[in-house]
Each structure stands twice: as C-alpha cells, then as structure tokens.
C-alpha cells in the first residue's frame, strides 16, 4: 500500500470487531487495516450497516449502548497499540489527542449544562486551565466555529441552538484539546443541505488552520468529494476499495464503488468547491 512518507499517526491492523448477544457472536468488521498519516483526511463510505460507526468507535475503544463488543487487531496510534492501554490512559487520548463529533449533536451534547461549560469541562479535563481561563478559551472556539455573540451564547443550553448551531458546538468541543486526529461520524447526516455545505466547509477550514488529520465518514459519496484526499469504500464489514477521491470517481474499479458512485446525483460529484456556481 502507498501511504506517503510520513510516518502514520493512526495505523490501523486487521482490525475486527465482534458483538456477542444471546451467544451467537456477529463477526461486523472483519480484518480491517489502513493508515492516516499526520494531517492527512481520509474518508470512509459504504452503504448503512457495513460497519464504519462500529470502526471510528472501535479506534476509540467505545462500544454501542448496552452491548458487548470484542475488537481484535492493532490500533496503532503513534505507534502505542490503543486496544493495549488501559482504561484510565484511554479516557487521557479521548478528546484531547483523538476527538470525536457523532451524527447527533443533540443526543451527544448534555441538555442541563450550558454549550460554554461543556467546553470549559473538556479544557480543564485535558489541559489543565483553571475554569476562569478555560472559559476564555471556551468563547475563542465558539467563535472560531461561526457561533455569533459567543460570549452570551457560551451560557445558553443546548436547545436555544438550531440543529447546525449545535453540531458547530459540538464541533468546537472535539477540536478545544486541538486533537491529532478528528472522527466525523457522518456530522451533517441530520442537517439540511445548505446547513450540511457549511458544516463541511467549517471541517475544511478547522483541519486546514489546525493541522489534524480527519477522518470522514458518510453513507454519500457526495460529501466525500472536495473534503478528503483518500477514500475507503467499505462493504460488509470489510474495506473493498481505497483510493484518491478523484481516480475513484473517475474510474471506480469495484461494481460496488460503482453502484455508490450512481447512487449520488451529478450535481454533487463535483465537490463542495464546485457548487458556488449557479444553483
Ligand atoms: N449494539 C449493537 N449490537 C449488535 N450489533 C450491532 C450493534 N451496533 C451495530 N451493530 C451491527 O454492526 C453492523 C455495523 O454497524 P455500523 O453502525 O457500524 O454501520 P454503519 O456503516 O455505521 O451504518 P450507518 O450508515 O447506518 O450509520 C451492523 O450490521 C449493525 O447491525
Ligand atoms: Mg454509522
């Protein structure tokens, strides 16, 4: 595999994930294995239910509400094996080095405290400000995400915000430690499309200033296009094909690539970049 010279911040090896229940084991990701590099975006697409919430989880080590999981292989972030670490240097690398942002920004945000004081906790978890600092620095990332007024808007609660404002919080919460590596589960999956195109941009933006990896998942090839370089296509628990977005979109070598590719309209294979023209 070319993976560029750099060496990769998340190596990824055989990786498998197994749920247990009633005690019949269901194999859902079955010997994965790729790289991110430092910096580098990298997406994953695949049809609902071929396991790419069940990989950025597993990189993480969180399993599904109330299940069992049993992951194998390596998840080797700068080298240290994360399925190795133990629980507390796990929670260490969670949000600070390696963040998250989930489909659903209301159920992943807590409705009883403000946006402000969600980010100030993740600040003075991870680095140590005291809370009057992590407050001032919580304001600076509403402000970098787009929130207006940040400084009123770091006391609201979460349901004074619109869906889009939210997943912007929520946005600003997994880049507050300025994490190595970002997972975006399928972030603009509940948004309208014109909320969606500026979630996107703002991800864009966000990796570019703050030089973290990405790694993009999504159901639509049209969201991958113009956001990352490398593409995952995964099926079934497996990865079925990987490469540049543009040599994948112009002459994808798997029929199910294939069936993907037909599935998005052709307005969107362009990109984010070439939907400014008239719409
Ligand atoms: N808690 C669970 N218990 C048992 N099986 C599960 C659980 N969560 C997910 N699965 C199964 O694991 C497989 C992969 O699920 P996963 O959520 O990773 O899919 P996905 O690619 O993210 O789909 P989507 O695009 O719908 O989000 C599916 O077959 C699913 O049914
Ligand atoms: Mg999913």
Do not use: W
């Not at 084991?25 to 079955?30: E, L, Q, T």
């Not at 609201?156 to 880049?175: K, Y």
């Not at 995964?234 to 979109?249: H, N």
Request: aromatic letters at 4%; one cysteine or more; a negative charge.
């Amino acid at each position: 595999m070319m993976e560029g010279k750099l060496e990769p911040l998340l190596a990824v090896r055989d990786l498998s994930a197994t749920f247990h229940r009633h005690g019949a084991p269901s194999r859902v990701v079955d010997g994965i294995s790729f790289d991110i590099a430092p910096g580098e975006s990298v997406g994953f697409v695949g049809e609902s239910g071929c396991g790419k919430s069940v990989t950025a989880r597993a990189i993480l080590r969180l399993a599904p509400e109330g299940s069992s999981i049993e992951l194998g292989g390596r998840i080797l972030f700068r080298g240290q094996d994360l399925l190795r670490l133990d629980a507390a240097a796990m929670t260490d690398i969670r949000g600070r080095d390696i963040a998250m942002v989930f489909q659903d920004p209301m159920s992943s945000l807590n409705p009883v405290l403000s946006v402000g004081a969600q980010i100030d906790d993740m600040l003075i978890r991870h680095t140590g400000l005291s809370r009057r600092a992590a407050r001032r620095r919580a304001i600076e990332l509403l402000d970098l995400v787009g929130i207006h007024d940040p400084a009123s808007r770091a006391d609201d609660h979460p349901h004074q915000f619109s869906g889009g404002m939210r997943q912007r919080v929520l946005i600003a919460i997994a880049v507050s430690c300025q994490p190595a590596l970002l997972i975006a589960d399928e972030p603009t999956t509940a948004l309208d499309v014109t909320v969606q195109a500026q979630i996107l941009r703002l991800l864009l933006r966000l990796r570019r200033e703050l030089g973290m990896a990405l790694m993009l998942i999504t159901h639509d090839f049209g969201v991958i296009a113009g956001m990352v370089e490398r593409v995952h296509v995964m099926q079934a628990g497996a990865i079925v094909e990987t490469g540049a977005v543009d040599a994948l979109f112009a002459a994808p070598r798997h029929p199910y690539t294939r069936a993907l590719l037909d599935a998005v309209p052709r307005l969107e294979t362009g990109g984010l970049d070439s939907t400014a023209g008239p719409a």
